[in-house]
């Protein structure tokens, strides 16, 4: 029988989403999280570890695909209107501001009702599907994996984590 222990062998994004589901199914968030003011604590951990690595992915785009003509910032954790936590990075640049479209946007939100926190984008839903040989098509396996773990992480949005077995497990 398997345990809620991670095994060595299951890919790291695979671990988190893991985590995430026996997070819903046992009521906590992290190392036992119950309450929302411990959970908000912990989101706003999560914003400062995360600060560099968003910075750095809108800071790559900028220096590569606009030619360092864009401003990246970031909000901090602020109470969100619905009650909840959030925080943005965005990137901006003359050609978007011009064009009164959204920044790049990377957002960790943490909704009022919501039993944990979650990170998304301003428009992402679809991803480009360029690859015309095998070493594009593997260059494509962390997008794929990310794309599969959302999907998952959507259908347990629509139903509950009950959907995936492993979390049944041990209960």
Known sequence: MASDTF???LPAHLQVLRRHFIDLRDGRH??????REDKERLFAEAVGFLDLHARQALEEINQSLLL???TVMATGVLRSADGGVTATWTLSWPEQLERRISPITLEA?????????HLRGATVGNWPLNVFSSDE?????PILRAIASA??????FQSDYRII??????R
Do not use: Q
């Open 7 to 9: 095994p060595a062998a």
């Open 30 to 35: 992290g190392d036992n999280a119950v309450s």
């Open 68 to 70: 360092a003509t864009g």
């Open 109 to 117: 939100f943490f909704g009022s009702s919501f039993h944990h926190p």
């Open 137 to 141: 098509a593997e260059a494509e396996l």
């Open 151 to 156: 999907d998952l992480h959507n259908l347990v």
């Open 165 to 170: 077995p492993a979390i049944m497990i041990n």
